[in-house]
């Protein structure tokens, strides 16, 4: 299945600003921030810690709501889903 | 169906004309409209911002703020149009329009419009000039970003 991933900000820079990545059926949260980490390389560190994990300040959303810490490891992914991340938000 | 037209809600990438902003707000109820120009400002040799935003949820939260206002304030209208795209200084980067009976309550809603806004609406800006580019920090709070 395909999920379109969006960046914003800093985070655009580092992972690109509009991916289709394709993914097993199935696939929860945490398998495509785990893709994400392994495409932001070195600079990932402005995402995850040290021990992989999101930064506390990151949001991330799944077709526009958000998406709570304790849902990475159940909330299942459906084909066309739209998942967006992005740091502390700064308009105005 | 509520009793005023429809309030100007958006994201743009065309140059806010503020003037014909207000003028559009204006009805015959109100006797105060409150205007907060947020505008490109040069810190330390800043020349211009580059401003982006997650537009479809940044114009569903700036509509959730409008509505929160309108409920908690005795107000008549509440327009806002954040520009995104290049800047330079002097640019206006948000207008905020607020209708009411009176001036009280109409400064009171501006206020409270604009912090709302820069907790939660979607929306990044980065700096550019004389010592290179940066991110402007955005707000790390708890209640920081999109409520849902």
Redesign the interface.
Known sequence: MKIRV?A???F?EILGSDLPIEFPDGAVMATILAALRGRAGDEGDAIFDGAGRLRT?V?L?RN???VKRDELDTLVLADGDEV?I??????? | MRGYIMDMISITRDVIDTGAMIEAAKRPGMGALVTFC?VVRDDDGVERIE????E???V?ELETIRDEAMREFPIESVDII?RIGSLRVGET??LVIVGAGHRKEAFAASEHI?DR??????????EFGRDGDR??????GKT?????
């Not at chain 1, 992005?86 to 105005?92: N, Q």
């Not at chain 2, 991110?135 to 790390?140: E, K, N, T």
């Open positions: 969006k914003f900000a800093r655009r300040h949001i959303m526009g709501r958000r967006a992005f740091p502390p938000v700064a308009g105005g | 947020g401003l982006e935003a997650y479809d949820v940044a569903r954040h980067i948000l604009i806004l820069k907790q939660t609406v979607p929306i990044w800006k980065k991110w402007v920090p955005g707000d790390y920081s970003g999109p409520a849902q």
